[in-house]
């Protein structure tokens, strides 16, 4: 019996120095004012342990197997365990401290009573930096620095950092060159024993928003958003504090075949006092949209014609030299009849569908006749798409489209509509002219008719002539 004791004791102990050392000890990182959350070891059972936190020596809070619990404010350390009681909260088993203060990182020992286990829960600071002022301006170098505390005899954490779009860059550090996409939360991901830590920190970089990247097509059937704006999040307080100096709108007209690059025309300015607002320079049909307020530098366009084909130029101008620039090709499809839309069927027509510039090889023209129209659907590769119509019948007339393809996807498209009358033929013209023709010999055989009725009884005295030069005599009254 004591024999078995005498083994049983040693492996009992040597039992609870290995869970103490290796499977019961915690790291957390955690910044300055974050939650942290101190679970008791594993083999804590409520009904059977008292249990203990201390830290630095301090008793901080207890537990006992009946189910009560408290926090400790002993005499001697007044101020600093008023300070610990502000932020400890128990939440079942669980100690909760809810806002570390910067100077109370280190090791968090919780005990517990019957058998002496200890699990040690080593408090790590975690702090994110950045060695600029935000806002930046693009050009700006900016470091970003996510600094673990090291575990001692522990090993390193892996440190990796997410960016604004979710990207896994690695490393603690990260120094990029500001631009529009550096804009909005960094996170650096702390990651240690499997368990990861996130810490967040905010870049704002005013810059406006890229532009897109391939050109944008309109035409007369279809208004278009000339887009530009500054990131939101950005507001124009920021925009001013950094010293901007001017915002403007500049149109390069860019008649693609003709290579005519005319002088570059300001459109609009944009009045940065108290009131936001644009002053049209010369402004070309286009509007700016209404959510200028929100940071929108939109322009809209409507019912485009071919000479609003070019590069509408978004500027903005910083007091230190900085310019930011966003170039929107615009294109506009027309479709065009020749001679005119109202037509006589029988007339030639040519009708003729363009984008003023060569077609790139993914880009293709089709041209759609009205539904009841004989003719065919003509697609072309090539600028223009031209289709030339001998004869036109009155079934061509209606909606003519002239659409743009990018493989599968509509780009744009132009409407035109056609009105063809009807021509009048050989026959009805056979017709006419005989109905002409035979209602007038009508007219004229009733005047003739009409006529020597008339005649006849303006002169009723030739009958009395008649009789007189013969006189019969039985006749004459008078
Ligand atoms: C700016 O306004 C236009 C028109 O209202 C809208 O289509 C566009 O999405 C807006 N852009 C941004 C970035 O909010
Ligand atoms: C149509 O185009 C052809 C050449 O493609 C031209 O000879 C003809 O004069 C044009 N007709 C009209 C009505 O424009």
Redesign the pocket.
Known sequence: MTEMRNLIQPALILLSVLMSTTGTDEVIYAQVNDMVTLEPPKTYSPTEHYLYWSFGGLELAWRNPIGGSGLNAEEKDKLEMMKWKDILIWSGNSLIITKIPQGQFGTFTCTLGRDKIEKNCKLLRLQVSMNQTSPLLPGDRVSLTCDAEKPHSLKSPQIHWLNPQGVRIFGYQQTVTATGLHNGEWTCVVTNDNKEKRAKIKVTVVDLSPAPTSPLYTSKSQPLTIPCSIPSGISWEQVKAKGVQGVHWDYFPNTGLSHISGDPQRLFSLSLNDTLRWQPDRSRGLTPVSSLIKGNLSLFINKAKEEDRGDYVCTMKFRNGVTLKRTVQVNVLQIIS??ETDLISGQ???LTCSLGRLLSSDLQLKLIPPEQSALQLLTSDREPA?L?IPEVGTGDSGKWRCELWQRSARLTYAVIALKIEPKLSVWMLIIICSVTVIVLLLLVLVFILCHRRQRKMRHPRHRLCHCKNPKPKGFYRT
Do not use: K, M, T
């Open positions: 020749s001679p030639q027509l040519n031209l030339n």
